[in-house]
């Protein structure tokens, strides 16, 4: 049987509390029907996707995962500025950025695509831009790309971070059901 796997930065409940306000915030306004809102649950930074992986090869991940990442050492990082992707067009995420030590983040991301690379998961090409989803907007619902900027930068108030270690990294498994994915975390991996 196969899973649909990835590895992911998760946050501490005082840091996922703050960002539900931003949630909360583009829950209330008007065009909310316009966006797929991520979920409170949801709330973590995609390291590696892995994607449909055999069950079978979960041990394998877990020990690489495991020898990899017991060499790196604890860092802070912080959350800033909300943005959208793609910049070149009709924007399709609202996402907020990372602050603090993102050498050490891009670090452990090569780390990890190096250890995955042996057990058959190809390597990202695009480089990595740190973010989390905050919501994904429908296909269509602005006309111009200056039109959705301005207005979805402009309806969220971004609250104050404060910095928190990043002490620990998961293997998560997604399960796709009807009314959106369901996530839950096989391992944790202290750094």
Same mark, same amino acid.
């Given at each position: 049987m196969n899973l649909r796997l990835f590895v992911a930065l998760e946050f501490p409940l005082d840091i996922k509390t703050s960002i539900n306000q931003i949630?909360?915030?583009?829950?209330?306004?008007?065009?909310?029907?316009?966006?797929?809102?991520?979920?409170? *649950?949801?709330?973590?930074?995609? !390291?590696?996707? &892995?994607? $449909?992986?055999? /069950?079978?090869?979960?041990?394998?991940?877990?020990?690489?995962?495991?020898?990899?990442?017991?060499?790196?050492?604890?860092?802070?990082?912080?959350?800033?500025?909300?943005?959208?992707?793609?910049?070149?067009?009709?924007?399709?995420?609202?996402?907020?950025?990372? *602050?603090?030590?993102?050498?050490? !983040?891009?670090? &452990?991301? $090569?780390?990890? /695509?190096?250890?995955?690379?042996?057990?058959?998961?190809?390597?990202?090409?695009?480089?990595?831009?740190?973010?989390?989803?905050?919501?994904?907007i429908k296909k269509n619902s602005f006309n111009k790309k200056d039109e959705a900027h301005s207005k979805l930068l402009s309806i969220v108030k971004t609250p104050y971070f404060t910095p928190f270690q990043v002490e620990k990294v998961s293997l998560m498994k997604s399960t796709l059901k009807s009314e959106g994915s369901n996530y839950e975390c096989l391992k944790v991996f202290k750094l």
């Open positions: 949630l909360d915030q583009l829950r209330q306004e008007k065009m909310a029907k316009s966006l797929r809102i991520s979920r409170f *649950d949801h709330l973590h930074i995609t !390291l590696k996707f &892995l994607g $449909d992986t055999p /069950e079978e090869q979960i041990e394998s991940i877990e020990n690489a995962l495991s020898a990899t990442l017991s060499g790196i050492h604890p860092f802070e990082l912080s959350l800033k500025q909300i943005d959208t992707f793609p910049r070149d067009r009709s924007p399709r995420v609202i996402w907020l950025g990372l *602050d603090g030590n993102l050498p050490k !983040l891009r670090d &452990l991301v $090569d780390q990890l /695509e190096t250890a995955l690379t042996p057990l058959g998961f190809q390597k990202e090409e695009r480089p990595f831009t740190p973010h989390l989803t905050l919501a994904r």
